[in-house]
């Protein structure tokens, strides 16, 4: 494995998740401040959209206009070029527990995954669905009985998702067909035992990987946060651990990105816990970077 020095990009956040790199500089949600904001290659942030509904997952449409998840009511967003903020879908009917992570396609097609279940109000895990948004913002359900999808990745060629299952501890990988319907689901990579659902507190001690944000790179492997082993690890196809860069002590890691201007960066969102309740008022999170050989792939 690698050694990785981690520098310090930016501080102050509450809890940061769903890293991009687009045009020139990072963005990213910020679950608890409300906001979506920039930030420069030397740290400089810029906030560029308030999110009440909670910001999570980033995209953009072939036009130019920025999707963006809103977590706790259950919309994507449609930010055009001019600022102007739509509703471009709401899933409220499609989903339970909050809205999470999703990436969005080189046709405009968003893949969206959800909790399936109410994590902070300590609800008992339940499978959840993912859910297709057309460009036209019609919606239907993807995929069904996945284990808390989160971060999701397309390959360069368009015709596979892989999808993380933080409880499932794996990654799940479709073909995209021509009309968007997902075929052909197959394992990707199987970190650990697949848990077996019980109440929240005998289901998550049996989660010792949770796949959470991630991206691809060129050599076809996947970065992924592990927001359970505080690390960031990059994971061959079939499940091997190939590289693991463990986050300072006191932080766990929740999501990651390649980025800059070589697709060499990896970007880290890091913060304490993923509590809401200790995270909220506090201002703990940060983002770092490192540097790793294989540039970024495919989307996000």
């Known amino acids: 494995m690698s050694e990785h020095t981690l520098s310090t990009l930016l501080e102050g956040g509450a809890f940061f998740e769903g890293p991009r790199w687009q045009g020139d500089r990072w963005w990213v949600s910020d679950f608890y401040r409300g ?24 995209g953009w449409m072939p036009d130019g206009s920025m999707l963006v998840v809103s977590m706790r ?7 055009s070029e001019d600022g102007a903020v739509a509703t471009h879908a709401d899933l409220t009917d499609l989903c339970h527990g909050h ?19 109410d994590l902070m109000g300590g609800e008992d895990p339940a499978p959840a669905r993912l859910v297709r948004v057309d460009p036209d913002g019609r919606a239907e359900v993807a995929a069904e009985h996945l284990l808390f999808p989160n971060g999701s990745v397309v390959t360069p060629d368009g015709l596979t998702l892989i999808v ?9 990988a479709f073909t995209i067909d ?17 848990p077996e659902l019980g109440t929240l507190e005998e289901t998550l001690p049996q989660v010792t990987v949770g796949p959470d944000g991630c991206a691809l790179d060129v050599e076809g492997h996947i970065w ?18 190939v590289d693991d860069l463990r986050a300072p002590e006191g932080l766990g890691i929740f999501a990651c990105m390649l980025g800059g201007d070589d697709g060499r960066t990896l970007l880290l969102c890091a913060a304490p816990d993923f509590q809401e309740h ?23």
């Open 99 to 117: 809205l999470n992570d999703m990436v969005v396609d080189s046709t405009g097609r968003a893949w969206v995954g959800s909790f399936g279940f």
């Open 224 to 241: 992924s946060a592990d927001a359970i082993g505080g690390r960031c690890i990059r994971i061959a196809p079939g499940g091997d651990v």
């Open 164 to 172: 993380g299952e933080t409880l499932g501890c794996r990654y799940t």
């Open 73 to 79: 009511d259950h919309r994507v967003l449609r930010v």
């Open 35 to 58: 906001v979506v904001s920039t930030v420069t290659p030397d740290g400089h942030e810029e906030q560029v959209l308030a999110v009440e509904g909670q910001p999570s997952g980033i």
């Open 178 to 194: 021509e009309d968007g319907t997902l075929s052909d689901r197959r394992p990707w990579a199987r970190l650990a035992p697949t």
């Open 278 to 300: 200790n995270r909220r008022d506090a201002r703990e999170g940060v983002l770092l970077t490192a540097r790793v050989d294989a540039p970024h792939a495919g989307l996000p």
